[in-house]
Structure formats: C-alpha cells, structure tokens
C-alpha cells in the first residue's frame, strides 16, 4: 500500500455526503410545497407493490395498439427486474436507518411507515423502471408516464421515509433495469427490416391518386378516419366482406396506389390484385394479427401516411400454390393439416359463441379427431403428418404460432413440419417447445425456395392468410421474389 495515501479523505468524503443528505431532507421537510399534501402522500401510498404501475400498464394495453401493448410489457419487466434487485441486493446490502420523522409535519406522513431499511428507494426504483422501459418501446407514453413516475419519487421524500439520496440511487438502479431488459429482449425500434430493395413509387403528399378499401367488418373506422386527416385526398371504400374483392378490382382499375385495410384475408385479396394490376401496395393495418403490416414496419395510420407523404416503399416476396388447376398468392404463410382444419371448425362455431370460444372449441375438436389431417409424399415415401406450416419468408422465435420476420425479401420458405404419430396435442405442443432451429422426432423445420408435395388425398385443406380452400394430388409451392411493391417508413429518413 502506498503510505502516501490517506484513508481517512475517504471518511471524510463519506461524512460530508451524508451530512449534506440530511440537510436536504431537513430542507424538504420544513419547505412550504403548494398543492402538494392531498396529492403526494395518496400517490406514494397508491405505488405499494406496484399497484399503480399495473393500473397503468392495463390503460396502456387497453388502447389495443401494438406498440402500447409493448411498452406495457416493457414496463412490467422492468419494474419486476428492479424489484428483484432491490429485494435481493440492495436492502441487504447497504442497511441504511430511515429519515427521523421529527421535521415533517404530521399531514404529510404516511399512515403505516415503512419497516425495510432505507437505501435505495423500492418506490423510486419500480417508478424509474416502469417509466424508463415504457419509453424505450413508446417515447409518447413514456413521455405521458414521467411526470408520475417523477412525482411518486419525489413523494418518498415529501412523506419523510427516504433520503434524497435514497431516491436518486432507486431511480438509476431502476433505469439501468430497463436497459437490462432491452439488452436482453430489444425493442422494435432496434430491430427495424431492412429497408430494402426500395421501390421507385410516387410520393403523394395529400394523398390524391391512393384508393383505400376497408373491410368494415374488422372494425376499421378510427384507423381510416385517422388516415383520412393525414392524407385528405385520399379516397377512401368502405364495404362488407362480400364486397371487398369487387372494390378492390375497381379500385386497382384507376388508383395510382392501392389502399387496403383489414385483416389477413382481406390484406391477401389486396396483394393478389395488386400483383395482377402492376400497381403499388399500402396496407392500413386493420385486423386482429396484422402480421405482414407489423413485419413491414406499418403499425398504424401515422406510419403509412408519412411513407405514403414522402414515397417510401420497397419489394417484398410474395408465395405461390397451385394444385390441380387451382392456385393462389399468400403475403403470410400458408398450411395444410391441422391449422386448416382448425380454421374450418372455426368459422363454423364462430356465428354461435364468437371468435375465442370458437377457436377453443375447433382446436378440441380437431386433437381428438382419431386419424391424420394429412397424408403427403417425400422421396418417395408416404408419410402421415399432423401440420405442414410454410412462411412466406424466415420467421424468428417461432414454434406453432408464426413469430416475426425481419426480412421480406430474402427469396425463402420457412418450411415447418410435424410429423404424425399417436398423441397429436403432445406432439404440436413438443413441436411449438423445439423451436426453430431445434430438430426433434415431432417437428423438422428448412428453408427453401420452392416445395412439390405429391399424393396429397382429394379434400385436403390447405389455408393461406387466413382463407381456405381444397387441394388434391400435386401441390406446388413457388416464390415469387421481390414481386410487390409496398409503402413503408424507411429508418432515416
């Protein structure tokens, strides 16, 4: 050790950080704060375990846009990774005496004090963690969820339980969990598509030429109203189910770009249309999964109008089948086996209990079926199989239930297989456990650029986006590589 150095400028340090402590608080405690003593105290009372975070992540996942259904997420695992941390290291290690209540008045104190020790903050650290991950996935509520998060911190101190020092350790070690969680689990924003091959369209700053089709049986009206104030000259068709591909026809027949909006059946009409018309795509996300809008990068009606406003847009893949005469385009993904099946029973038992029930009821029905939903040949081979899922480019973190792709365009299939056997809800459910680069007795999954399935027995479904139809004998799966052009917001710009 150096003799040089003396150690009691580190106790000094030390006591004269503490010293200075105290006198804040004593300089918060006598302070007159305006407004603040019906607020304040309700307000610290009202983050007890996280009670008022958990209130503010159901009103965010209640307005049923994806991105607020994120940063809700966002925000919980950041507030239990902060709680975790505190309970478990931060109390025990630094066993700090609470603040003397003596200089409070008695208005301000808390009605059931504290018992834990003092340093860091727990309230000040949830508050910080919440807001702080709620904001790396949506800057807007984060910025609507600070002022509380703040005004819970600066209550610790207003009621007289924590140290000003308490509540600023707290609030970094709850900042730093959420960027521990955005390590761990990265935002949208961080993993943006690819921005390529862009597509040379024409940029329509009022939205004059653009003819949006929207599904009013998906409950599309807020998100075309919303698309309507951005882009005023944009014309807009609202029809039923029965009407959509007769007005997409026409409107592909005089728009400069193709507007659709509602869900994976009506997108897919849209796409195959367009593709035939040569013109331009924009897709309002209208439905219940949106899955190719969210994979392009459009969550909602401010996306697509500034892509529509500046002409942004790039090609993307679009997938081909064909059997016996019969073909048809998918954006997404199509399947034969169990889905189809599922999807059939469905739609049968939706009119009567509606959509979750439905599925329940369909999903019952088709795992009890005592036979193969699908029989098909490979080298050869015949072989009996519970689902064939091919994706419409290469899905990430994917077992039975499609995950997120990340390019459009990168000229592949995702092919899943799960093979039959007895037991078929073990076997989709070991097969949705393996995942996508596992390879396991029930499940097998390739990338490929084209698929030829043979002696496929008549009747077989077969569902792509969501629409079903019969197949039989050969069933040929092709890409169709960088065929459709689709506004988008390009990262930069």
């Given at each position: 050790?150096?003799?040089?150095?003396?150690?009691?400028?580190?106790?000094?340090?030390r006591?004269?950080?503490?010293?200075?402590?105290?006198?804040?608080?004593?300089?918060?405690?006598?302070?007159?704060?305006?407004a603040?003593?019906?607020?304040?105290?309700r307000?610290?009372?009202?983050?007890?375990?996280?009670?008022?975070?958990?209130?503010?992540a159901?009103?965010?996942?209640?307005s049923r846009?994806?991105r607020?259904?994120?940063?809700?997420?966002?925000?919980?695992?950041s507030?239990t990774?902060?709680s975790?941390?505190?309970?478990t290291?931060?109390?025990r290690?630094?066993r700090?005496?609470?603040p003397?209540?003596?200089?409070?008045?008695?208005?301000?104190?808390?009605?059931?004090?504290?018992i834990?020790t003092?340093?860091?903050s727990g309230?000040?650290?949830?508050a910080?963690?919440?807001?702080?991950g709620?904001?790396?996935e949506s800057?807007?509520w984060?910025a609507?969820?600070?002022?509380?998060?703040?005004?819970?911190?600066?209550?610790?101190?207003y009621?007289?339980v924590?140290f000003?020092?308490?509540?600023?350790?707290?609030?970094?070690?709850?900042?730093?969990?959420a960027?521990a969680v955005?390590?761990?689990?990265?935002t949208?924003?961080?993993?943006?598509p690819?921005?390529?091959?862009?597509a040379?369209?024409?940029?329509l700053?009022?939205?004059?030429?653009?003819?949006?089709?929207?599904?009013?049986?998906s409950?599309?009206?807020d998100?075309?109203r919303?698309l309507?104030?951005?882009?005023?000259?944009?014309?807009i068709?609202a029809c039923?189910?029965?009407?959509?591909?007769?007005?997409?026809?026409?409107?592909?027949?005089?728009?400069?770009?193709?507007?659709v909006c509602?869900?994976?059946?009506?997108?897919n009409?849209?796409?195959?249309?367009?593709?035939?018309?040569?013109v331009?795509?924009?897709?309002?996300?209208?439905?219940?999964?949106n899955?190719?809008?969210?994979d392009?990068?459009?969550?909602?009606a401010?996306?697509l109008t500034r892509a529509v406003?500046q002409?942004?847009?790039v090609?993307?893949?679009?997938g081909r089948?064909?059997?016996?005469?019969?073909?048809g385009v998918f954006?997404?993904?199509?399947?034969l086996g169990?889905?189809?099946e599922?999807?059939?029973?469905?739609e049968?038992?939706?009119?009567?209990?509606?959509?979750w029930?439905?599925?329940?009821?369909?999903?019952?029905?088709?795992l009890r079926?005592?036979?193969h939903?699908l029989?098909a040949?490979?080298?050869?081979?015949?072989?009996?199989?519970?689902?064939?899922f091919?994706?419409?480019?290469?899905?990430?973190?994917m077992g039975l239930?499609?995950?997120?792709?990340?390019?459009l365009?990168?000229g592949?299939?995702d092919?899943?297989v799960?093979?039959?056997?007895?037991r078929p809800?073990?076997?989709?459910?070991?097969?949705?456990?393996?995942g996508?680069l596992?390879?396991s007795?029930a499940?097998?999954?390739?990338?490929?650029g084209?698929?030829?399935?043979s002696?496929?027995a008549?009747?077989?479904?077969?569902?792509?986006?969501?629409?079903?139809?019969?197949?039989?004998?050969e069933?040929?799966?092709?890409?169709l590589?960088e065929?459709?052009?689709?506004?988008?917001?390009?990262?930069?710009?």
């Amino acid at each position: 050790m150096n003799p040089d150095v003396d150690l009691t400028l580190l106790k000094d340090g030390r006591h004269r950080l503490l010293t200075l402590d105290s006198r804040l608080f004593g300089f918060a405690a006598v302070r007159n704060w305006p407004a603040a003593e019906p607020i304040l105290p309700r307000l610290s009372r009202s983050a007890n375990h996280g009670v008022l975070w958990f209130a503010a992540a159901a009103v965010m996942a209640a307005s049923r846009t994806p991105r607020s259904r994120r940063a809700a997420a966002r925000g919980l695992a950041s507030l239990t990774l902060a709680s975790l941390t505190i309970n478990t290291l931060g109390k025990r290690s630094v066993r700090r005496t609470r603040p003397r209540l003596d200089p409070v008045p008695r208005v301000r104190q808390l009605k059931r004090q504290p018992i834990t020790t003092s340093f860091p903050s727990g309230h000040s650290a949830s508050a910080a963690a919440f807001a702080t991950g709620v904001a790396l996935e949506s800057p807007a509520w984060g910025a609507a969820v600070a002022p509380v998060a703040w005004s819970v911190a600066l209550s610790r101190v207003y009621t007289g339980v924590h140290f000003p020092s308490d509540v600023l350790a707290g609030a970094a070690l709850g900042a730093g969990a959420a960027f521990a969680v955005r390590g761990l689990v990265p935002t949208r924003a961080q993993i943006v598509p690819p921005a390529r091959p862009r597509a040379a369209v024409p940029a329509l700053p009022d939205g004059e030429g653009l003819v949006m089709v929207a599904n009013t049986a998906s409950g599309t009206a807020d998100r075309v109203r919303a698309l309507h104030d951005g882009l005023p000259l944009a014309e807009i068709v609202a029809c039923e189910p029965a009407q959509v591909r007769a007005e997409l026809e026409k409107a592909a027949a005089r728009a400069t770009v193709l507007g659709v909006c509602g869900g994976d059946g009506t997108v897919n009409a849209a796409a195959e249309i367009a593709l035939r018309h040569g013109v331009p795509l924009a897709v309002l996300p209208g439905g219940t999964l949106n899955h190719f809008a969210y994979d392009l990068g459009v969550e909602g009606a401010r996306d697509l109008t500034r892509a529509v406003r500046q002409g942004e847009a790039v090609r993307v893949d679009a997938g081909r089948f064909s059997s016996d005469g019969r073909e048809g385009v998918f954006v997404n993904a199509c399947s034969l086996g169990v889905y189809p099946e599922l999807v059939r029973e469905r739609e049968r038992w939706s009119r009567r209990t509606g959509g979750w029930p439905a599925g329940v009821l369909g999903a019952l029905r088709v795992l009890r079926a005592d036979r193969h939903p699908l029989e098909a040949e490979f080298g050869g081979r015949a072989r009996p199989l519970w689902l064939l899922f091919v994706g419409n480019g290469t899905y990430h973190r994917m077992g039975l239930a499609p995950g997120r792709r990340t390019d459009l365009a990168d000229g592949r299939f995702d092919v899943r297989v799960v093979h039959g056997g007895r037991r078929p809800a073990l076997r989709l459910l070991a097969a949705a456990a393996a995942g996508p680069l596992t390879r396991s007795p029930a499940h097998a999954a390739v990338q490929v650029g084209r698929l030829h399935l043979s002696g496929v027995a008549p009747g077989t479904l077969l569902a792509y986006d969501g629409e079903v139809t019969d197949v039989e004998g050969e069933v040929t799966l092709e890409k169709l590589p960088e065929a459709l052009t689709v506004y988008r917001p390009l990262p930069g710009n």
